[in-house]
């Protein structure tokens, strides 16, 4: 998992998270995604047989193949002040999303037997779910952070009030990935029984 906070000119601000389904021990770190800006990119995994496959994700997956899924994202917030009576207000506050999924297609699942088949189904399935289950956490975050920064009271000066922006920008991010690595430990367990079925973990 990366953060790298970035800093915009005209006003804005920003921050960019990477969350992954990761392979290796299988442990389980969060996926993000938004409403405005939603790339899908499927990377293609052959094989017939569990080794096949595993063999494949380790070649091929993203994070150097130590994740079946990933999903990167970055949360723009877009802030409009005015002057008024002596003092700056926040006029208008936008959140963008962009974000870039990336699953895999499994290319030759077709002609593998029917319990490989229908296993490595039932994962793709479950990957997909867990994805939108941030996208609809990160896109609850970007209308809660829409909100509180135009209830951000009026400051002397924009200099001040952008500050501050920045800073309830910061603390709300932190607390919208903290919701996303609270699903995953939630969700740490099934995962992992998923892909003990498929002999990927001891």
């Known amino acids: 998992m990366r953060q790298n906070p970035d800093q915009n000119a005209g006003g804005g601000f920003g921050a960019k998270q990477t969350f992954a389904l990761a392979l290796g021990l299988m442990t389980l770190t969060a996926c993000t995604t938004s409403n405005s800006g939603l790339t899908m990119v499927y990377y293609k995994v052959p094989g017939t047989t569990v080794e096949q496959i595993n063999q ?3 070649r091929r997956g993203p994070q150097n193949g130590h994740a079946i899924g990933t999903t990167e994202t970055r949360m723009t917030p877009r802030v409009r002040t005015r002057r008024e009576n002596d003092n700056c207000k926040i006029e208008n506050a936008e959140v963008s999303l962009d974000l870039t999924v990336t699953l895999p297609q499994w290319s030759e699942l077709a002609k593998a037997d029917r319990k490989t088949r229908s296993a490595f189904e039932k994962l793709s399935e479950h990957v997909e779910w867990h994805e939108q289950q941030h996208v609809e956490i990160s896109q609850r975050y970007a209308q809660k952070i829409e909100k509180t920064l135009t209830e951000i009271p009026p400051q ?13 920008f910061k603390s709300m991010f932190e607390k919208h990935n903290n919701e996303q690595r609270g699903f995953d430990a939630s969700e740490r ?3 992992e029984r998923r892909l003990r079925s498929l002999g990927l973990t001891s």
């Not at 002397?156 to 309830?168: D, F, G, N």
């Open 189 to 191: 367990k099934a995962i």
């Open 56 to 58: 494949q994700i380790a």
């Open 156 to 168: 002397k000066s924009c200099r001040q009030l952008m500050v501050k922006a920045r800073a309830v």
